[in-house]
């Protein structure tokens, strides 16, 4: 604890009668400071003896003419505390001294914050002004109770016609889009950034190249979709630990404005790279790798991750995650795991992409639990027909491309071949076009009609 720590705490006290004396008082006390001496490079990891501090407690160490470097407690080995840097080590050395900043570490949140683009540290990297204002907040909170929950029942439009009428998302509800690399995942964020009529949308960008940042906010997102968006940035050159504490950080920043009364966005790109930044830290660590060399650890922390968002009392966290697939493989160990903690999934298909259908979404293979609880029953049939239709194209689809299958002989494909042009192009959308919710259920309605 530090004298402004204390002078903080002082002037929060209630103003009881000879109060001053107590505030006074606390001034005057010299704070203890909890240090340590590194003694050991493992690794990526640093050990230090003399410092017994909890797990995720933030210190800084002296690198004697280098300047200080952040670093937070991740484990213990015998009577040493294991440190991970949150940047490189460069200048690091025997004996250097280590001291205790924080027991957690918090981020100030406020509604000023849109707009803003921030650090893994909630600190500003736009050139903007200095967050100054808002309610300090943990970043590694824990989730809310199972019966402190309050139940999913209204639908929230994304703008996205596919979305919307075929795996309508509700507000509250945590949802997956599945993808490999260069398939639209960042185009659709941008969609759905823009298009959804939530009261502020947090994006967490994790482990992404810093020019695929820069042309997210600018093209993808675009000046309308980043007036109401805070966005925490973690690049895939920065240490594990930032990319871990970005992911915190825009969940914090999220669950404190929900706990406003605001309806929230949260879009985070990608839960992979979180998780692979927590198997760093976890093997490093000295961890047994399991499933595909992840350690247990990391499948706890993408659990603990993703249920704290969801609905409470004052608003709601509806949350988008993206997960990186390789070569279409939905049921590698993170794609596996994911899939269990979240209410439905989204899958972009490279075949689809690479036709120029976009969004690229696999109709057929993505799904919303919540859809039925929260469409009437005119509007499941509706979706429930076009999915009738596209699985009978699908299922004949190789006889179909080959010419072996001949008009006529089953009226059923024929309608299906017939409709596949017209459902392409109520499935298709042009980047920059939102489409509000009743004019896509309208469109579904006179297209299953006609």
């Known amino acids: 604890m530090y004298f402004n720590d204390i002078e903080s705490i002082s002037q929060r006290l209630p103003l009881l009668p000879n109060s001053s ?124 109770t199972a019966l402190s929950r309050q139940p999913i029942k209204s639908p929230i439009p994304t703008g996205v016609r596919a979305i919307d009428t075929l795996m309508s998302l509700g507000q509250g509800q945590r949802i997956g889009v599945f993808s490999a690399a260069g398939v639209g995942k960042s185009t659709l964020l941008g969609m759905l950034a823009r298009g959804t009529q939530a009261d502020c949308v947090v994006i967490g960008l994790i482990g992404e190249r810093g020019r695929e940042v820069r042309d997210f906010l600018e093209n993808d997102l675009g000046p309308e979709g980043r007036s109401k968006a805070i966005t925490v940035v973690a690049t895939s050159d920065q240490p594990a630990p930032r990319r871990i504490l970005a992911a915190k950080t825009a969940t914090a920043i999220a669950e404190s404005l929900r706990d406003q009364g605001k309806s929230v966005l949260l879009l985070m790109d990608s839960l992979t ?28 922390s993408l659990s603990q991750l993703v249920e704290r968002a969801g609905n409470n009392s004052q608003g709601s966290i509806t949350a988008i995650y993206t997960i990186l697939v ?65 699985a009978i194209y699908d299922e004949h689809r190789e006889l179909i491309q080959i010419g072996a299958y001949r008009s006529g002989s089953n009226p059923q494909i024929d309608r299906a071949i017939a409709l596949k042009p017209i459902f392409d192009a109520f499935l298709t959308q042009a980047t920059d076009q939102i489409v509000p919710w009743k004019e896509s259920w309208d469109a579904l309605s006179q297209l299953i009609r006609n």
């Open 273 to 300: 790279r979180f998780a692979t930044a927590q198997r760093e830290i976890g093997l490093a660590a000295g961890e047994a790798p399991t499933t595909r060399g992840y350690p247990t650890s990391v499948f706890s």
């Open 326 to 390: 390789e070569a279409d493989d939905n049921n590698e160990p993170i794609s596996d795991a994911v899939r269990g903690f979240l209410d439905g999934h989204i899958i972009l298909s490279k075949a689809l992409a690479d036709s120029g259908h976009y969004p690229a979404i696999d109709v057929l293979r993505s799904l919303s639990r919540l859809q039925q609880q929260l469409l009437d029953p005119k509007q499941i049939a509706l979706g429930g027909e076009l999915r009738k239709w596209m």
């Open 21 to 144: 004396d107590w505030n006074l008082a606390l001034k005057r006390l010299v704070p203890y400071q909890v240090q340590g001496r590194v003694c050991a490079l493992q690794g990526g990891v640093i050990a230090v003896e003399g410092l017994p501090l909890s797990v995720g407690a933030v210190t800084r160490i002296d690198r004697q003419g280098h300047g200080y470097m952040e670093a937070e407690v991740i484990g213990f080995q015998g009577d040493k505390t294991l440190l991970a840097p949150f940047d490189v080590l460069e200048g690091v050395r025997a004996a250097d001294r280590v001291e205790l900043v924080h027991s957690s570490r918090c981020v100030r949140v406020s509604m000023e914050l849109c707009g803003r683009v921030l650090d893994a540290k909630g600190d500003p990297i736009d050139g903007g002004d200095p967050i100054t204002a808002g309610k300090r907040v943990y970043c590694d909170a824990s989730a809310a």
